[in-house]
Structure formats: C-alpha cells, structure tokens
C-alpha cells in the first residue's frame, strides 16, 4: 500500500471518515476566511473557530494553461470559486474544458492529486461540475 500525504494540511482536515475543507469564522466580525489563520485577516482578532466550509459553490472566473506544470498535464482547468460563506477559493477543476462556463456550480471533491516518484500519493481537493441528484450537470 502506498503513503499518502495531503497537500496543504489544515486546508483539509478529516470528519467522519471524510476530507473536509476547513475556514476560520471570526467571533468578533463574523467574517469566514480559507485557509485557517491564526487573526483575522479583516480585523485582526484571535478570536475565532475552525469551520467546514460549503461542499458547493458557484465559478466566479477561470482560466486553462496548455502547456504541462510539474506533474499536471494539460489542459488545466483552474479558478476562483465563491462559497455561500463569503469565502472565494482557487481550486483546480476536473472537467472537459468545454464544459466549464462562469456561474456553473461546481462541488469539492478530495482525491489525488498527483503521484511522487517515490510512490507516495499526494491528496487534495479540486472541484467537479455539480448536479443535483436526478438532473444533468449545470
């Protein structure tokens, strides 16, 4: 069996058997922030808690690179997706290029994301076209 490891810990963490994306909610101002930090980011307090952020959320914008990166081939389908948290999360999107419009709802998903040459598989998130139980993809 191979090892595996996750990408960027506290961006994911493990629930119920499942990989989470985790935001910071601020006590003070009530804003919702990814990745976790320590203060605020808009008011500085430390006051504030871990939250599992939204599963679903709507593609604000995109962009496609053809031509390979490290150990991602192209074409590679990356953008900035808004969750119903206020948060705005960049995200690779796994998805026929055509497919793939502004406004589309896209749903996280957790899985490989590559291989190391050593065999090690590297784990994270990436977002996937979303449709509702019953109907096609939006």
Known sequence: MSNQVIFHPGALEEQGGDLVQMGF??????????PVYEL??????EHGKKAPLSKVGTLFSYTVTR????????????????????VRI????????EAVKNGMK??????VIWTEKDGTEVIGYFYT??????????
């Open 90 to 97: 960049f995200g690779q999107i796994h998805a026929d290029v």
């Open 25 to 34: 909610t601020c006590d003070s101002c009530g804003k919702t922030t990814f």
């Open 67 to 86: 031509v390979p990166v490290g150990f991602y081939k192209p074409p590679i389908v990356a953008g900035y997706i808004d969750l119903p948290e206020g």
């Open 40 to 45: 605020c980011p808009f008011c500085s307090s």
């Open 129 to 138: 076209p979303y449709a509702k139980e019953g109907e096609g993809a939006e």
């Open 106 to 111: 896209l749903k996280m998903e957790t899985g």
